[in-house]
């Protein structure tokens, strides 16, 4: 198995978007009580056009696992003959000179098919997310996580995150 970069290929994307993401995203619909999606509108071309915007920040990577072939360069395309099996999304917090207190890399999404869930790999996927905390000189690794996202939690905790603060959200309608 080897965890590649997501380039900022359309094909790339959107077979990343229907094989990960979408399933990820549906998971999380059924565990976590406030999180819905949208039903009047094409998620994968809606999601596609967003993604590809955001390879563009030069502060946003994502990786996806992969298992089977992919070409000499170890480049993600299309038509790999491989599965999609995994993936983890960063994002680096640059802190204004006016904190004390040092960049962090953002762990935005991270997720691992059923089937491969227990070998380790999402591990892997955090190691990698480490990695690149280290080659941009970011002294912390962050994430947030539903609080209905009980098997999150525990996984995170066993890696050694801990809470650092609360958010607390309010309809701004009630």
Same mark, same amino acid.
């Given at each position: 198995m080897d965890i590649l970069r997501l380039p900022a290929d359309e094909a790339a994307v959107r077979r990343y978007i229907e094989d990960l993401w979408l399933p990820y995203n549906r998971e999380l619909e059924a565990i976590v009580d406030h999180f819905a999606?949208?039903?009047?509108?094409?998620?994968?071309?809606? +999601?596609?056009?967003?993604?590809?915007?955001?390879? +563009?920040?030069?502060?946003?990577?994502?990786?996806?696992?992969v298992e089977g072939s992919h070409d000499e360069n170890n480049h993600i395309t299309a038509d790999i003959d491989s599965d999609f099996v995994g993936f983890i999304t960063t994002d680096i917090d640059e802190s204004s000179s006016v904190f004390d207190r040092p960049d962090r890399l953002v762990?935005?999404?991270?997720?691992?098919?059923?089937?491969?869930?227990?070998?380790?790999?999402a591990n892997d996927l955090i190691e990698r997310a480490k990695?690149?905390?280290r080659e941009q000189e970011c002294a912390?690794?962050?994430?947030?996580?539903?609080?209905?996202?009980?098997?999150?939690?525990?996984?995170? +905790?066993k890696l050694g995150f801990e809470p650092l603060r609360q958010t607390l959200t309010t309809s701004v309608d009630g």
């Open positions: 999606l949208v039903d009047d509108v094409d998620l994968v071309t809606e +999601e596609l056009e967003w993604r590809l915007d955001r390879h +563009e920040a030069k502060s946003y990577r994502a990786w996806v696992a762990v935005c999404d991270i997720y691992v098919r059923k089937p491969y869930r227990g070998t380790g790999l990695a690149r905390a912390n690794l962050t994430l947030d996580v539903d609080v209905d996202n009980e098997r999150a939690i525990a996984f995170y +905790e």
